[in-house]
Nanobody, 124 residues
Framework: QVQLVESGGGLVQPGGSLRLSCAAP????????MSWFRQVSGKERELVAS????????SHVDSVKGRFTISRDNVRSIVFLQMNSLKPEDTAVYYC?????????????????WGLGTQVTVSS
């Protein structure tokens, strides 16, 4: 079964930075739009940011605008999430996912491929 592979999570103090990476097979990268979601135990998976398959269009939810930036390297088939000015409320498991249609990106059920997630903990 094809999976995406996230990395880069960890423990960081408030105000700190982390960069998450998500590696995917090349055939996924050429075809699918990519997103980062996050999930806290007992809560629904929440969209954080998305990027179109050619990397031209991006979107970020209001709670992370100005702090997080999604980008992708189509040569190496990696999508990144640069997270700056981290807050305790950013603590969650972060997942990357691949979706066929840009208009479907907000709903987790529309995603075809997922990674297993990487834990981000923001705490002093």
């Amino acid at each position: 079964q094809v999976q995406l592979v996230e990395s880069g999570g960890g423990l960081v103090q408030p105000g700190g930075s982390l960069r998450l990476s998500c590696a995917a097979p090349g055939f996924i990268f050429k075809t699918y739009h990519m997103s980062w979601f996050r999930q806290v135990s007992g809560k629904e998976r929440e969209l954080v940011a998305s990027i179109e398959n050619y990397g031209i269009g991006t979107s970020h939810v209001d709670s992370v605008k100005g702090r997080f930036t999604i980008s992708r390297d189509n040569v190496r088939s990696i999508v990144f999430l640069q997270m700056n000015s981290l807050k305790p409320e950013d603590t969650a498991v972060y997942y990357c996912g691949a979706v066929k249609s840009w208009s479907d990106r907000r709903t987790p059920e529309n995603y075809v491929y997922w990674g297993l997630g990487t834990q981000v903990t923001v705490s002093s």
